[in-house]
């Protein structure tokens, strides 16, 4: 069974960051301890009810992709078990699927994003500009159409509450120097095809998706946060996918849905989810689990 967890509590560790969905702890020597949650955020809102097995499903889905992409680029987990982190008395079996232990990184500020295809705010952009962060695209793209080769689409990260912007890659390079800002949009194109690649054989489409970076003390780069989770990537069902029109996808689309149906005005706080809808998603997030690491949620 899967555990369910809305807030972490770990008395005596020393609460850093808690974020949209993961509470981030410093730990001694440089390091994290990370636990994601179960909390769903939607419009940029955290909504009041979790998805049960979320952070778990999360964390696994992560943890693969970390693992299989290490050859390409390091990444922040560290071969740590939890019970030597966790304080003494806490429930091993509530954090030791959704939590990692990871080098404490210093953040590059960007967000880097890969695309394979033409949808959000990509799609948006194309339209507008021809253009996609600077990047002259072919006329004549339609929305979700795939893109002639995979492109570093950066972005800015928001300040809370704001949506975060398309920039170009001299913006990146004006804020990091050419050296990081080339070395960033490399590893984010090899993670990317690299995973588009092994999803393809399994049906699945990643149209797009997003890492983070952190350098070391010595400059050295690592991706880290999350890797190739429903939360970071669109990931479209290879079967029922169609040039021209919104493809359905593996994330938060049933309590989006479901929102659009509420006179809410997308400020916190969030409305409550009926329970079927939750569940809905969560089992959104076990398929993508199942198919892509083939680990059954039990
Ligand atoms: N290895 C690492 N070193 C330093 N920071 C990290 C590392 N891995 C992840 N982070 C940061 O930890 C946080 C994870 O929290 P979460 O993903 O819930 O935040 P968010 O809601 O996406 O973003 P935020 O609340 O910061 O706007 C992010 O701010 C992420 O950048
Ligand atoms: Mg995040």
């Known amino acids: 069974m899967p555990t369910t967890l809305l807030q972490s509590n770990l008395p005596g560790l020393d609460l850093i960051h808690r974020g949209k969905v993961r509470d981030v702890y410093a730990l001694p020597e440089n390091r994290l301890l990370i636990v994601a949650s179960d909390r769903l ?20 889905i992560s943890n693969f992709w970390f693992a299989k992409t290490a050859h390409l680029v390091p990444n922040h987990l560290l071969d ?65 159409q795939q893109l002639p080769e995979p492109i570093f689409t950066p972005s800015t990260k928001a300040a809370v509450g704001d949506h975060d912007e398309n920039v170009s890659f001299d913006a990146v390079v004006a804020a990091v120097g050419p050296a990081l800002a080339e070395q960033v949009r490399e590893a984010t194109l090899s993670i990317y095809q690299w995973a588009a690649a092994y999803a393809a054989e399994r049906g699945i489409i990643i149209a797009d998706t997003k890492f983070e970076f952190g350098t070391d003390e010595n400059g050295k780069l690592y991706v880290m946060d999350e890797m190739l989770t429903p939360d970071s990537s669109r990931f479209w069902p290879a079967d029922s996918y169609q040039v021209g029109i919104s493809p359905p996808s593996y994330d938060k689309q049933f309590v989006r849905d479901y ?22 998603t969560a089992a959104k997030y076990a398929e993508a689990l199942q198919r892509l690491a083939n680990i059954t949620v039990d």
Not at 105 to 123: D, H, M, N, T
């Open 80 to 144: 740590v078990p939890l019970a030597d982190v966790l304080p003494a008395g806490t429930d091993l079996k509530l954090y030791e699927k959704r939590a990692v232990v990871t080098r404490r990184l210093k953040p590059v500020p960007v967000e880097a994003i890969a695309r394979g295809y033409l949808i959000g705010s990509g799609w948006k952009d194309y339209q507008a500009t021809g253009s996609l962060c600077g990047i002259k695209l072919p006329a004549g793209l339609k929305q979700a």
């Open 41 to 60: 955020s939607a419009f940029d809102v955290v909504l009041p009810d979790p998805i049960p097995g979320k952070g778990e499903m999360l964390t696994q």
């Open 259 to 280: 929102l659009e149906t509420l006179d809410w005005n997308k400020k916190a706080p969030g409305p409550h989810v009926p329970a079927d809808v939750t569940g809905a």
